[in-house]
């Protein structure tokens, strides 16, 4: 049998935050442990193929949630960008869960942009479709300061494992 080239296969990344286990929040083994947000254990998954991206948020034991789509389209002629979402399976119109997805993409975007807003720069950049496998835990009381520090840190550490995929596809690929 033969072994499927390196090249063929999806560059995997994952991790998973862990929650604070007491009350002052030093739990050693978190990222999080600096921080007083009691984020969920969550877990992350980044894998990159050839045509798109899969991500995956889970903080309901690796369930898979809300599966949506975001692309990205660049205009030359006014150098703007567009972002279009779509639920392909799960809870529609899960607001949250859209702004995940498209601020993920935006972020990506960005970093291929390498910080530049110029036409030029902007060209360059061909974001693939981004793929969100999105399940959250509801937070009941309903604390706007702790749902966007919980956003903030998802997002940061999702980036932070889009960037080592992009590291170890590289190495892979000898670029």
């Given amino acids: 049998m033969k072994r499927p080239k390196p090249q063929s296969l999806p560059t995997s990344v994952q991790k998973t935050l862990f929650a604070a286990t007491n009350s002052n929040n030093t739990n050693t083994t978190s990222p999080l442990s600096s921080s007083s947000l009691s984020l969920p254990t969550t877990e992350l998954l980044v894998q990159l193929f050839s ?16 599966l949506l789509q975001c692309t990205h389209e660049h ?17 529609r119109d899960d607001t949250p869960c859209e702004v995940y997805v498209r601020q993920i993409t935006e972020r990506i975007v960005q970093l291929g942009l390498g910080g530049k807003s110029s036409a030029g720069a902007a060209a360059a950049i061909q974001c693939p479709p ?11 009381r309903g ?27 590289a190495l892979s690929s000898g670029v």
């Fill in 130 to 140: 981004i793929l969100l496998g999105i399940a959250l835990k509801k937070d009941d």
């Fill in 51 to 66: 045509d798109r991206i899969f991500i995956v948020i889970s903080q309901r034991s690796g369930k898979l949630g809300t």
């Fill in 143 to 169: 604390d706007s300061t702790r749902n966007h520090e919980m956003f903030q840190t998802i997002i940061n550490e999702v980036l932070s494992l889009y960037r080592e995929a992009i590291r170890i596809a």
């Fill in 75 to 91: 205009s030359m002629i006014n150098n703007s960008h567009t972002y279009h979402v779509d639920t392909l399976l799960g809870k």
